[in-house]
């Protein structure tokens, strides 16, 4: 990934061409995931504080459920708080974009880049996730209140309910699924639409324009990629949150790298040809 040429120069931002879309393979996204626990392991005090701060956002959000009686809410709201994981690991993108440029690498360089990727859209693309939660939320409620009525089960006959009886099990189903339709929905939109907005000097529809064009152009590879996110955001659930605080991290970076070998410019597409 050497040849892919740098889109701001010491952390300047620079008008760049039109983003292009590349096709890539399945072991690129292996290459992406060793890459980005390369990164993780050269500043891990970027990751683990940008997944420690994802991971105690998630364990507040379900204590706040549990405790005002929303317990049903606990699942989809771990689950969905996948969807704002993209604008969190904004912080991460940096950090990989200077280990790769050989840039200093600072705290105040990495906010200095968060904020300005809010002044390039990003807080648009932001708003946009959270709106997505918001709607996964309100889907869940309803799911909740069509198959148990409003004042259903408490939390442990809910449990077995959905483990033991047609109704819960066709409940979990219907869940999770219509919960996969909507995150993949947000990957299409968000996969290299947030690095992007940091990295480039792109508009937000721009950047959902072009996220949408890769997974189209990748879509075998990026169901994959969404289904590696997915098993490894599973994994970190069962642990009560805590792998987040290293899957975020690694994801992130890993995405960062998956970004740059997607999009490239005209002109590197053209290097890259012959």
Request: hydrophobic residues 55%; proline residues 4%; glycine residues 8%.
């Amino acid at each position: 990934m050497a040849d892919v040429l740098p889109s701001r120069v010491a952390g300047e931002q620079v008008p760049m061409p039109a983003p292009v879309v590349r096709q890539i393979s399945k072991s690129d996204l292996k290459t992406a995931l060793i890459y980005g626990w390369n990164d993780f392991k050269a500043a891990p005090q970027y990751g683990l504080f940008f997944g420690l701060l994802y991971a105690t956002g998630g364990w507040a959000i379900i204590l706040l459920a549990t405790v005002s009686g929303f317990y049903y809410l606990a699942y989809p709201l771990a689950a969905g708080f996948a969807l704002i994981a993209p604008f969190v690991a904004a912080g991460i993108y940096e950090v990989s974009r200077r280990l790769e440029l050989e840039l200093p690498l600072g705290w105040s360089e990495v906010i200095e880049a968060i904020k300005g990727g809010g002044r390039r859209d990003l807080g648009w693309m932001a708003l946009v996730t959270t709106f997505t939660f918001f709607i996964w939320i309100d889907i869940a409620i309803f799911l909740y209140a069509m198959f148990f009525g409003m004042k259903g089960p408490g939390p442990w006959v809910l449990i077995s309910e959905i483990l033991t009886t047609s109704n819960g099990l066709m409940f979990f189903l219907t869940g999770n699924v219509i919960g996969a339709m909507i995150a993949f929905a947000v990957f299409s939109l968000t996969v290299v639409s947030f690095p992007l907005l940091l990295d480039r000097d792109v508009d937000f529809v721009t950047a959902m324009i072009t996220s949408v064009r890769a997974v189209k152009a990748n879509l075998v590879c990026m169901i994959y990629w969404a289904i590696t996110i997915a098993l490894l955001t599973a994994v970190s659930l069962l642990t009560g949150l805590l792998g987040l605080i290293i899957v975020l991290p690694w994801l992130g970076h890993a995405s960062w790298h998956v970004y740059r070998l997607v999009v490239v410019t005209k002109a590197e597409r053209q290097a890259r040809d012959l």
